[in-house]
């Protein structure tokens, strides 16, 4: 017998999905730009709703939050949308590992965020537009400085809100709350 797994949500699943993807949109409008690089905490929008929701919700959540953050701003870059797809969807399949504590999933997460969607998704996406004469690797070299440092400050952010927000979900969705771990 083959028997497929539905992915199902519930009602309070789809809401807090829908929560998250208004505090995307918050988080991309709040960015900072100095010169061409932006500084944003989208990340840790992406990857508590990927480790809270779940992998589909946390690629709903960094997906549509870019999709309508770029086309509200005049335009989008497929690639872009879907590494940010990545940011949530990393962290939510992490986040079903058993026996990991949480902090090391979220450090996981982030490393696998910053080598799969910023080193390489989002590089190559940004190159055509922002590496004038400039070959692919030095123009990585370039952005990974100051894109560490965006890493860095959503990962102390993550860690900051994660236990708290741990806690509300415990109490309040025990459907959602299977895989978050508030060791």
Same mark, same amino acid.
């Given at each position: 017998?083959?028997?497929?797994?539905?992915?199902?949500?519930?009602?309070?699943?789809?809401?807090?999905?829908?929560?998250?993807?208004?505090?995307?949109?918050?988080?991309?409008?709040?960015?900072?730009?100095?010169?061409?690089?932006?500084?944003?905490?989208?990340?840790?929008?992406?990857?508590?709703?990927?480790?809270?929701?779940?992998?589909?919700?946390?690629?709903?959540?960094?997906?549509?939050?870019?999709?309508?953050?770029?086309?509200?701003?005049?335009?989008? %870059?497929? =690639?872009?949308? *879907?590494?940010?797809?990545?940011?949530? !969807?990393?962290?939510? &399949?992490?986040?079903?590992? #058993? $026996?990991?504590?949480?902090?090391?999933?979220?450090?996981?997460?982030?490393?696998?965020?910053?080598?799969?969607?910023?080193?390489?998704?989002?590089? %190559?996406? =940004?190159?055509? *537009?922002?590496?004038?004469?400039?070959? !692919?690797?030095?123009? &990585?070299?370039?952005?990974? #400085? $100051?894109?560490?440092?965006?890493?860095?400050?959503?990962?102390?952010?993550?860690?900051?809100?994660?236990?708290?927000?741990?806690?509300?979900?415990?109490?309040?969705?025990?459907?959602?709350?299977?895989?978050?771990?508030?060791?």
């Amino acid at each position: 017998m083959n028997k497929k797994k539905r992915i199902s949500f519930s009602t309070k699943k789809i809401a807090y999905t829908a929560i998250f993807i208004a505090l995307g949109l918050v988080a991309k409008f709040l960015s900072l730009t100095i010169g061409a690089q932006k500084f944003s905490i989208f990340y840790t929008t992406c990857v508590l709703a990927g480790i809270f929701l779940g992998p589909v919700s946390g690629l709903l959540v960094g997906g549509l939050s870019d999709l309508i953050a770029s086309l509200m701003q005049g335009g989008t %870059l497929p =690639l872009i949308t *879907l590494g940010a797809a990545m940011m949530g !969807f990393i962290p939510g &399949l992490i986040s079903k590992i #058993p $026996k990991i504590k949480p902090q090391f999933k979220i450090a996981l997460s982030y490393l696998l965020i910053y080598i799969v969607t910023t080193v390489v998704v989002n590089s %190559l996406a =940004l190159y055509p *537009l922002m590496g004038g004469n400039k070959t !692919f690797w030095a123009f &990585l070299v370039f952005r990974l #400085p $100051k894109q560490t440092i965006v890493v860095i400050v959503n990962i102390f952010l993550t860690y900051l809100i994660y236990f708290p927000l741990a806690k509300v979900f415990l109490q309040t969705n025990n459907t959602t709350s299977q895989n978050v771990d508030v060791r």
